[in-house]
């Protein structure tokens, strides 16, 4: 009984073809309805050939006030005479297209559903952090963020540059001051720093590298802050690769207040210790052995036989150096200072650590001069021994910026803890 109730919607009644139907169903006005198609769609009928066509004039006599009157403005009207294609058993089959069309996008919608439910990472490190934004661990007290080292942050070495690292720490310190909810209207400034025109600036700098990652190695960057003096804050950072949990690089800072407008040293005001104060974790250093010895200026070595002088002229800040202080981005100092070293330790020596001294700020009008003086054996391009350096960045005024001491050890073999996919005459 069902079989020939789903039947006989596909394959009508062969005594009711469609003329007969149109015949037997006229309204009271004598028009027809609209021909049905197979799949109960309205169909417009078929217009026959010309020869098929009758037309038919007609006059209408409309009755006005129940008498029936002649209307001067007749109009002709064309009757078509709808003509019906015989009836086959091709043109009853129903229209099998639509139906393949129908079942084919269930079952794309389906393989797509089940795809994302099946869907795992060839790496686990890809949902870890996915966005970026960081969290705040170990009781409040420091913030950790992952970052993925890209294809244009690594180096002719392929691996990543001591910029890179350096800049990838200024931005978990900012995220930290934003995520503890302490980011007034300045750069990494307090809401009471706000109100005061104060604004950090770091005095010093420490950083101690174990190794470099690669492109695609995921990083997990530790910070945390912790009091320096009366007037100063400690922070210090923890650099792991997140896979493998070896560490880094470990580096730690002192920043000290500056007044914006009067760009002078200032006190920490007792309002922003107060905001500050509970974050301080100062039972942790990332850096136990301090840097104890003052650095020298590069001139006063230059009578030594065993040092070698290299000098840097003409560097200027560019639009892009410069940060919303409105001065130059303290990772930028550390490009200058590298542009005086000479290219045969950058070929053959990879920088172990790093202390820097800020002794003035620089703005985009400033022309400034890099000295490097180098103790060992820098020229020959064979050695294997470690070497150290004296840095000097100075406006050509003579007034000293930066001041540094860099040390550096001989490059691994190839491909020991780099990505080791391309062989080395490709590089």
């Known amino acids: 009984m069902a079989g020939s109730v789903a039947a006989s919607g596909f394959f009508p009644n062969p005594g009711s073809s469609p003329a007969s139907l149109a015949r037997g169903s006229k309204s009271?006005?004598?028009e027809s309805p609209e021909t049905l198609s197979v799949r109960g769609i309205v169909a417009k009928p078929n217009t026959p050939p010309a020869a098929m066509q009758v037309k038919a004039r007609a006059q209408a006599l409309p009755k006005v006030n129940g008498s029936s009157k002649v209307n001067h403005r007749t109009a002709d009207k064309d009757e078509t005479v709808p003509y019906t294609n015989p009836k086959t058993f091709y043109n009853q089959l129903p229209d099998w297209s639509m139906l393949l069309a129908a079942v084919t996008t269930i079952f794309l919608a389906a393989e797509k559903q089940w795809t994302m439910l099946d869907w795992k990472p060839k790496r686990p490190d890809m949902l870890v952090d996915t966005f970026g934004f960081g969290r705040i661990i170990q009781d409040g007290l420091v913030f950790r963020q992952n970052f993925l080292i890209r294809s244009y942050e690594i180096g002719a070495d392929r691996t990543a540059s001591i910029e890179t690292l350096m800049n990838h720490m200024q931005e978990t310190a900012l995220n930290h001051v934003k995520t503890a909810g302490l980011l007034g209207d300045g750069f990494g400034a307090t809401p009471e720093m706000s109100k005061r025109n104060l604004i950090w600036v770091v005095s010093?700098?420490?950083?101690?590298?174990?190794?470099?990652?690669?492109?695609?190695?995921?990083?997990?960057?530790?910070?945390?802050?912790?009091?320096?003096?009366?007037?100063g804050m400690r922070r210090d950072w923890h650099v792991r690769d997140y896979?493998?949990?070896?560490?880094?690089?470990?580096?730690?800072s002192v920043w000290v207040m500056l007044n914006k407008n009067?760009?002078?040293?200032?006190?920490?005001?007792?309002?922003v210790r107060g905001e500050i104060g509970p974050h301080f974790n100062n039972d942790r250093s990332a850096i136990t052995e301090k840097q104890g010895e003052k650095l020298a200026k590069p001139g006063d070595k230059v009578n030594d036989p065993s040092t070698k002088q290299f000098i840097r002229k003409g560097l200027t800040p560019k639009w892009g150096d410069l940060d919303v202080n409105q001065h130059v981005n303290n990772v930028k100092y550390i490009g200058w200072i590298l542009e005086s070293a000479p290219i045969s330790i950058l070929e053959k020596h990879e920088l172990a650590s790093m202390t820097l001294e800020y002794r003035k700020e620089c703005d985009r009008d400033s022309v400034l001069q890099s000295l490097t003086n180098v103790s060992g054996e820098c020229v020959d391009s064979s050695s294997g021994s470690a070497i150290q350096c004296d840095h000097l960045l100075q406006l050509e005024s003579g007034a000293d910026v930066v001041k540094a001491h860099t040390k550096w050890r001989p490059k691994r073999a190839h491909g020991e803890g780099n990505m080791g996919l391309f062989p080395a005459e490709s590089a």
Do not use: C
């Open 262 to 271: 009067t760009r002078r040293l200032s006190k920490m005001p007792d309002e």
């Open 28 to 30: 009271a006005t004598g």
């Open 204 to 231: 010093k700098i420490q950083l101690l590298v174990e190794r470099y990652p690669s492109w695609e190695d995921m990083v997990q960057v530790d910070t945390w802050v912790a009091s320096a003096g009366k007037n």
């Open 243 to 252: 896979n493998s949990g070896q560490t880094i690089l470990r580096a730690t």
